[in-house]
C-alpha cells in the first residue's frame, strides 16, 4: 500500500510558524483524500485538516481555522500542513493520513483513514 511520511515538525515559540509536509512513497496521493491529524499526551487523536483530492476543497478544525493551511502538490506526491500563529495548546504529535475512497465529505473522522505516517513532534513554547 506504500507509506507516509511526515517531516518539519520541532521546537517553535509561541506566534511562530511550521510547515509540515507528508511524503508519500510507494503509492500515489493523487485519487486520495488527504488529512491531519494530532495527538497531545494524554489526549485522543483529533482532526485537523483535510483536503479533497478532487477540486481542492479543504475543512479545517474550528481550533485551526486562520491559523493552518492545507494544501498538496500533486506532482511531488506530497501534502502540507503551515502552520502558523502558533499556541502551546498546538503541540501535539501531528500525523497525515489517506481516506478511504468511499468516504464522506469531510472526512473528519480517524476511522474513515486507511493509511496514517509515523508522526512528526510539533512543541510550541510560550
Known amino acids: 500500500q506504500g507509506q507516509l511520511v511526515e517531516s518539519g515538525g520541532g521546537l517553535v515559540q509561541a506566534g511562530g510558524s511550521l510547515r509540515l509536509s507528508c511524503a508519500a512513497s510507494?503509492?500515489?496521493?493523487?485519487?486520495?483524500?488527504m488529512g491531519w491529524f494530532r495527538q497531545a499526551p494524554g489526549k485522543e487523536r483529533e482532526f485537523v485538516a483535510v483536503?479533497?483530492?478532487?477540486?481542492?476543497?479543504?475543512y479545517y478544525a474550528d481550533s485551526v481555522k486562520g491559523r493552518f493551511t492545507i494544501s498538496r502538490d500533486n506532482a511531488k506526491n506530497t501534502m502540507y500542513l503551515q502552520m502558523n500563529s502558533l499556541k502551546p495548546e498546538d503541540t501535539a504529535v501531528y500525523y497525515c493520513?489517506?481516506?478511504?475512497?468511499?468516504?464522506?465529505?469531510?472526512?473528519?473522522?480517524?476511522?474513515?483513514?486507511?493509511?496514517w505516517g509515523q508522526g512528526t513532534q510539533v512543541t510550541v513554547s510560550s
Open positions: 510507494g503509492r500515489t496521493i493523487s485519487p486520495y483524500t
Open positions: 483536503i479533497r483530492w478532487f477540486g481542492g476543497s479543504t
Open positions: 493520513a489517506a481516506a478511504r475512497a468511499d468516504s464522506n465529505w469531510p472526512t473528519r473522522g480517524a476511522n474513515e483513514y486507511i493509511t
